[in-house]
């Protein structure tokens, strides 16, 4: 009975880190019609600056918002340096369609050697801001920490605060206008560009919280070519593909969802099926319900 | 200039010349030089996979390290269970490559772009931890991959490397021929129909998931034998010699070769092999710090890729092939 609670705790805590990259891919996938493979070294770039600014201030929060309001800056210098000449260049022609992605790809590579280069390739470490032991009921360690805690209401928290973001002010129109039909909306008298940066500025903060959250819950280990953040986009990916690449609560949604089946994979059968459990989830999603679980817009392929 | 025109005989006469040079080239140089050319071999076989998927098809694939593990991986355990000779485990590389691709392939058909780019990135990160999960793949150790000793009727001084250059190059040189033609034919029309237009290539009588399919099973089994030769000349195959930057490389050389023609895929095979020894010699430079030359090889192969696609996305070959058909145009307008 314990060891299912338990699991249920993992599963939703890892859920919750796998949810905030799913929003950083879905807000970016939204504002540009780009899946960013690159999210992975930016979140891994702001986790280093979130790095330096514990060693420096000796304070994980003060370090986890400015590494996200870093990440912040790096989504918007990526959109309107790179992404803005890429979309420029590379218009028209055989290769336009892949063009962003394999753009994107190319900036994982570029961020993550251009750190290795500048720090070095073995671990640093970031100490779990609160205990990290679980609580205790009637004898009984739970996989429920403070920590655990933490990460779970900083994804809840920052759901909320885009949801409103999205739905309740002017910002959050434009960025759907600008979203659904650049066209229009540019007609409309929103600029569109500077809209489009902002949804990539959201999602490198979104991102670099995933990162310095999922760094000291996990090994607390952080290394330029860590696997962690390879595995942490990939799973963001599925997250979001389950939630239908469109919506926020759908990335949400399916971030807890991949955990749950992860943490019971892991659980009850073997980690080395978790990876093999989380592709075979993603294949059948497509293939079965390629408009994500929330489905809202029916017509579109995958 | 008139174009010479180009038959399937013309074509083959090509190959067999370009093999002939190649086997008077492979004598002339140095033991280094001779492995680099069974690698450059491998990475031509490798691009060409990518070029014609990404390039003739349309679709984009981020784990083509993965199949060519599948391919390598194929390969040794033929080689090491039933001890079958070494043309025959390329075979079973390939068609258990290609099997993995069709499967994945029927999936891809119905995905486009970004979620077909996704599934593969996932692919590719998530293999290697299956090389751990059943004994038969030997764990992080991996396997040995022989493929013998060269024959003795060879003479005395041909070596190890030599007899690698002479079968991955013999390799590369099929594969591309065959792919020519391939391209030239009905499938690879259907290719291309479908990646200008699929709407317009579906009512044009083109059955457009069956033929995506197609060009990424076929696609995959070239990956696969492209790995069985990374497999032999490096005589292993484990996870880390497939790594998730394999696969990012590869797509490096194949948009260096021009990913909408075949023609340039040797540009982005000497670009991959030449990349590590700049980059030795930069770090040299440096002082060799441990840092430098770890990270130098993969800064410099990303790097080119962002100035390839925002300079010349359709490689340099295209956009040179095109200024030059601009300025032609020019030229009889005037």
């Known amino acids: ?302 | 200039m008139h174009k010479l025109k180009s038959t399937n005989l013309t074509r083959f006469l090509f190959f067999v010349l370009l093999g002939v040079a190649l086997f008077f080239l492979g004598n002339r140089v140095d033991e280094l030089r001779v492995y680099q050319g069974a690698t450059l071999s491998m990475y031509v076989i490798a691009i060409a996979s990518i070029i014609l998927l990404t390039g003739y098809s349309g679709q984009v694939s981020l784990g083509h390290g993965a199949l060519m593990a599948i391919g390598g991986y194929a390969a040794a355990i033929t080689r090491e269970h039933l001890g079958w000779p070494i043309w025959i485990c390329f075979a079973v590389a390939v068609l258990v490559a290609a099997l993995a691709g069709s499967v994945l392939g029927t999936a891809a058909a119905r995905l486009s772009g970004p979620y077909l780019a996704g599934t593969t990135l996932a692919l590719a990160v998530g293999l290697p931890s299956i090389a751990n999960q059943f004994s038969i793949l030997g764990g992080e150790q991996g396997l040995l991959f022989d493929v013998g000793a060269p024959p003795a009727s060879m003479g005395a001084d041909f070596t190890q490397y030599k007899w690698y250059f002479w079968i991955a190059a013999l390799t590369a040189l099929i594969v591309m021929w065959w792919l020519q033609n391939i391209l030239r034919s009905r499938y690879g029309r259907t290719w291309r129909a479908v990646r200008g237009n699929e709407v317009a290539a579906e009512l044009a009588g083109i059955h457009v998931g069956k033929s995506k399919t197609l060009a990424f099973t076929v696609s995959s089994g070239v990956a696969g034998l492209a790995g069985a030769v990374l497999a032999m000349t490096i005589s292993t195959v484990s996870p880390s010699a497939f790594p998730l930057s394999l696969s990012f490389s590869l797509l490096t050389g194949a948009v260096l070769a021009g990913v909408s023609t075949l023609s340039g895929v040797i540009i982005g095979a000497l670009t991959l092999v030449a990349t590590p020894e700049i980059a030795d010699a930069i770090s040299r430079r440096l002082g060799s710090s441990e840092n430098v030359t770890t990270n130098l090889p993969g800064l410099l192969v990303s790097a080119l890729l962002i100035i390839v696609v925002l300079l010349v996305p359709n490689g340099p070959l295209e956009q040179l092939r095109s200024a030059r058909a601009r300025k032609a145009r020019e030229a009889t307008h005037q």
């Open chain 1, 1 to 302: 009975m314990y060891q299912f609670i338990n699991t249920i705790f993992i599963g939703i805590t890892s859920g919750a880190i796998y949810s905030l990259m799913a929003i950083a891919l879905v807000l970016v996938w939204r504002s540009t019609r780009v899946v960013n493979f690159a999210q992975a070294g930016m979140a891994l770039l702001s986790t280093y600056i979130g790095y330096e600014f514990i060693q420096r201030f000796h304070s994980f929060w003060l370090a986890l918002f400015l590494a996200m309001v870093a990440g912040a800056g790096i989504g918007a210098l990526v959109d309107s340096i790179f992404m803005r000449t890429l979309f420029r260049r590379v218009a028209h022609g055989p290769i336009a369609g892949v063009a962003p992605i394999i753009a994107t790809l190319g900036l994982l590579g570029l961020i993550r050697a251009s750190l290795g280069l500048a720090v070095g390739n073995s671990d640093v470490s970031i100490r779990p801001p609160v205990s990290n032991v679980g609580y205790t009921i009637s004898g009984h360690t739970l996989a429920f920490s403070p920590l655990k805690l933490v990460i779970v209401s900083a994804a809840v928290f920052l759901m909320i605060a885009l949801s409103i973001l999205f739905s309740k002010t002017n910002i959050g129109l434009s960025l759907r206008a600008s979203a659904f039909s650049p066209e229009i909306a540019r007609l409309a008298g929103v600029r569109v560009d500077r809209v489009r940066t902002l949804g990539w500025a959201i999602a490198g903060a979104a991102g670099a919280a995933a990162g310095m959250l999922q760094t000291p819950s996990g090994t607390g280990a952080l290394s330029p070519d860590s696997l962690d953040f390879s595995l942490l986009l990939v799973f963001g990916f599925i997250a979001a593909v389950i939630g239908g690449l469109e919506s926020l609560i759908g990335a949400v949604l399916g971030g807890v969802l991949l955990g749950l089946v992860l943490a019971f994979v892991l659980t009850y059968m073997s980690g080395s099926l978790v990876f093999i459990t989380a592709f075979v989830l993603l294949i059948i999603v497509l293939l079965v319900r390629p408009q994500g679980i929330i489905g809202m817009n029916r017509g579109r392929r995958a």
